[in-house]
């Protein structure tokens, strides 16, 4: 269903949520047992929280950082980047994952929508710079020596990419989404946007999402164990003959 709707020349838009990276070992945040229950998110992912106690919020992103080092893709991850060679141009990967997973399968067209663990901001001059080591108050960038910051997209800061990366990749494309909750905005609005321009939506989860009747196929599974077999089928249909 989805390579027919790819064809030949078809561009397909692929949104992954905390259930691909769940797999390989990271908690989500709001799944039983994860991270909100542990922690309040007004304490530790919000400006004001990095206002308040710049300490403990570098600590808690500092964690999460050096928790990369325990994990690894694993076959979703690897089956997207596969897929990605097969497409090229015609594919762009969407995350709001903050962790480096993809990166380290293979996936190059890439939108971090959430930020990234393995960098980090300067809050006055806004340069990104690659960080993987345990991030200091007193850590300053080298450009104008303003104060670091993780580089996250915390409650209340808009999303990176939603002016303009975003809507030229979901334009016209076939959309697949995976491991996601539907419930987290604006990610969770991009099936609509897709469907209300006619094209085919499908995902894959462990259950259904909570906006699970805008999607004409569903594939309820582990993306590790049902990626690679729907992928192939999508990546085989579009091999040149």
């Not at 304490?43 to 999460?64: D, I, K, Q």
């Not at 067209?109 to 710079?129: D, S, T």
């Not at 969770?188 to 259950?207: H, I, S």
Request: hydrophobic letters at 45%; glycine letters at 10%; proline letters at 5%.
């Amino acid at each position: 269903m989805i390579a027919e709707a790819l064809g030949g020349s078809g561009r397909l838009a692929v949104l992954t949520g905390a259930g691909i990276s769940a797999e390989s070992g990271l908690k989500t945040f709001r799944d039983p047992g994860g991270l909100w229950q542990q922690y309040r998110l007004e304490e530790l992912a919000t400006p004001e929280a990095f206002r308040a106690h710049p300490e403990r919020v570098l600590e808690f992103y500092n964690m999460r950082r050096a928790k990369l080092s325990e994990v690894h893709p694993n076959a979703g991850h690897v089956a997207l980047a596969a897929l990605e060679r097969r497409l090229e141009e015609r594919f762009t990967l969407i995350t709001q994952n903050v962790d480096d997973l993809h990166e380290r399968a293979g996936s190059r067209r890439l939108l971090h929508m959430h930020g990234e663990l393995k960098n980090v901001r300067c809050v006055r001059c806004a340069a990104v710079v690659p960080w993987t080591a345990a991030l200091r108050l007193g850590d300053r960038c080298a450009a104008c020596q303003g104060q670091l910051r993780p580089h996250i997209v915390w409650f209340g800061e808009v999303p990176f990419f939603l002016d303009d990366a975003i809507p030229a990749a979901l334009a016209g494309a076939t959309f697949l989404s995976i491991g996601t909750s539907g419930t987290v905005y604006p990610a969770a609005g991009f099936v609509a946007a897709v469907k209300a321009q006619g094209g085919l939506t499908a995902e894959v989860n462990l259950e259904p999402s909570a906006n699970a009747e805008l999607f004409d196929l569903q594939v309820l599974g582990k993306a590790g164990e049902v990626l690679p077999t729907v992928l192939e089928a999508i990546g085989g249909a579009q091999a040149p003959a």
